[in-house]
């Protein structure tokens, strides 16, 4: 069984940061692309960044300059630092990793159950 848990949301200040972190734990083999996804009240899940194996990182216009994705490999963990934050900002984060369970196994798409971030105005 493998679980991905996030921490580190919460309330800020338009302004401020947070610091997001997910780790995944249970029966990995290994863990290929990471990533940040968010969902706002009323509007479809968005993709907020993303992350390789090798650290290759990528994200949308929006979060540029103010959001950066990292990862430790040993700890199967990916963290997400969010600066500059904005009240649109506001929305439930999840991570999600593609990884395998055993070698012969094919990719799979693991979430994490979020954490709510709130920025106040």
């Known amino acids: 069984q493998v679980q991905l848990v996030e921490s580190g949301g919460g309330l800020v200040q338009a302004g401020g940061s947070l610091r997001l972190s997910c780790a995944a734990s249970g029966s990995i083999f290994s863990i290929n692309t990471m990533g940040w996804y968010r969902q706002a009240p009323g509007k479809q899940r968005e993709w907020v960044a993303g992350i390789s194996s090798g650290g290759t990182t990528n994200y949308p216009e929006f979060v540029k300059g103010r959001f950066t994705i990292s990862r430790d490999n040993a700890k199967n963990t990916v963290y997400l630092q969010m600066n500059s934050l904005k009240p649109e900002d506001t929305a439930v984060y999840s991570c999600?990793?593609?990884?395998?369970?055993?070698?012969?196994?094919?990719?799979?798409?693991?979430w994490g159950q979020g954490t709510q971030v709130t920025v106040s105005s």
């Open positions: 999600n990793a593609y990884l395998k369970t055993k070698s012969r196994d094919p990719l799979r798409n693991y």
